[in-house]
């Protein structure tokens, strides 16, 4: 035995004389991380293997918009807009302020595009450019008005046989009518309503029943869209190259050999197996947003695990075995964040995006004062909820208002316009659970504990700005990303309309999130590094287990799943030893 070797035993580590099999990369985690990883592993030569704990695959991705945000993306650059690296970098340095490394913001924006294109030319993964969704900060220097959001190509679940049964699917509150799964640019045609949303819910329920095969076996919905869109074409296309994944089989450790990670120890449905992995171990596990103890060690309070939609197996088991090899860990106290609604009898919170910007609504705290432009994006209002709760008043939960105008016209969680569906025909529970209402602002602030006056003086001066087109305490709908989600039909500014129309609503708001996003710290090559900014040899890490290239910012509608994949990219590159074989040359 090596000197080194009888250290890491000393450290606990597994030593393998034999080992149960061997290939060139291991990767662990099946999320657009973990599958990309594999795939340009193989792409660039690599004997890989894909290893996830669950029985399905696919982890938060499989739930998620499945967007990407990468500036300069071929696709918007041939839909004529305008976009440079530099100009992605500046908007990139201003948001992150600080929190990030303007290496790994280049070495992101370097390879994104060229991946992007790559995996679009040699792969089923393609994308559409979503031209008018705005950055989230599209008026800071460098931000767009629209092009870097691109999002999957819907694709036919028919196409993965019977490896369809193996996805993990939605919550059935993520879909529409519990049935349906939907495009960006159909959000929103649902969000306004009217013949046109009548059409499409009429021409897709149709569609669904007609597709007997599904029906018969149970399945869902066989149009993907976003993220198990972007699942199912990934899977596609790692079956096309038969790269193994093998499901129900979880990280146990890590084996050390002459002072790097040789491979791993994996827990197959019961059995211990070693795996060499002669290139390296790319670590893609997600965050650990399901484990409520690793959340109230590093987060803020009050948290859990109950206002997280990420995926039910990240619960951050990867960390102990990381940090006895020494890794660093960085953001551990941020997350996606973004505000949610909880509604009794769902198995899982709702995200709010659409709702909080449309007109006749608004968020107090438990004073009854509102403390955030509740339009502004989504991973702002959960950070500023924090900040609120912590150093002002008690604003978790806080309380979404809205009147009998914004009841009859838009969806809040899981009540239906009342347009369709009035108050007399929702069920008791979310009458009782979810909803407060009553005929007047004194009354409803009563019901909430709020003080009577303090409410109603909140919204009269919201109503006073709303009917001139203006929040002068929050600046609702002066940015194009406000109005993204708005209700065009509403002048002179689609964000806001006065709330006076009785009854008078509220509904509690959490701060909830998509996931977490720190972990491990990682160099431009994605190497995971030790506390002294040495990198581990032959570990790699990508996507929600490594901290975040983004920092405590959020781009735009993409900005986590770009990262997790482009890294991953990079690892794979790192690890086989290619220099651009997968990647056009010059492209890196
Ligand atoms: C509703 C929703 C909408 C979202 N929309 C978007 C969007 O449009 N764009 C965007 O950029 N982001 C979006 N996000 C966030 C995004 O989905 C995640 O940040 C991203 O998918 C994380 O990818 P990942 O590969 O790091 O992890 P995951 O996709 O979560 O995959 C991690 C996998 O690792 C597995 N695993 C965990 N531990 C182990 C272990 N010990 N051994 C083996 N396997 C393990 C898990 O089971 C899981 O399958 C959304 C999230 C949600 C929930």
Known sequence: MTPARSLEARRGFAQMSTWDRSVDFVVIGSGAAGMTGALFAHELGASTLLVEKSAH???????????????????MLEAQLSDSLDEGLTYLEGITNGTSSVDR?????????AMVRYLADRSHVRFN????????????????????SIEPVEFDAHQLGIEFAHQRVPSWNMLVLGLLQITVAEVRTLTRGGTPALRFLARHLLRYLLDIKARRRGRGDTRLTLGPALVARLRRSLMDRDVPLWLRSRLRDFVMEDGRVAGVVIEREGRTVTIRARKGVLLAAG????????????????????????????????????????????????????????APDEPQPRVMIVEKGLPGSLIVDQRGERFVNEAAPYNDIGRRMFATHAAVAPAIPAYFVFDGRYRKKYAVGPVMPGSGRPDWTLSRTVREGFLTRAPTIPDLAAKLGIERGRLERTIQRYNHGARAGRDPDYGRGDSLQDRYYSDPDVAPNPCLGPIDSPPFYAVRVYPGDLGTKGGLRTDTNARVLTAGGEPILGLYAAGNCSASVMGASYPGAGGTIGPAMTFACIAAHHAVGGTGVALKPGTR
């Open 57 to 75: 695959y696919g982890g938060s991705t499989a739930l998620s918009g499945g967007m990407l945000w990468v500036p300069a993306n071929h696709l």
């Open 105 to 113: 913001l280049r070495a992101y924006l370097e390879t994104a595009p």
């Open 129 to 148: 450019c979503v031209r008018d969704y705005p950055d989230y900060y599209p008026e800071r220097p460098g931000g767009r008005a629209g092009g870097r």
């Open 287 to 342: 965050g650990f947003e399901r484990n409520a103890g690793l959340r109230q060690r590093y987060q803020q309070q009050p948290i859990g695990d109950a206002w997280t939609v990420g995926c039910a197996d990240n619960t951050g088991d990867w960390l102990v075995s990381a940090q006895r090899l020494g890794a660093e860990l960085d953001l551990m106290e941020e997350a996606w964040w973004t505000p949610v609604l909880v």
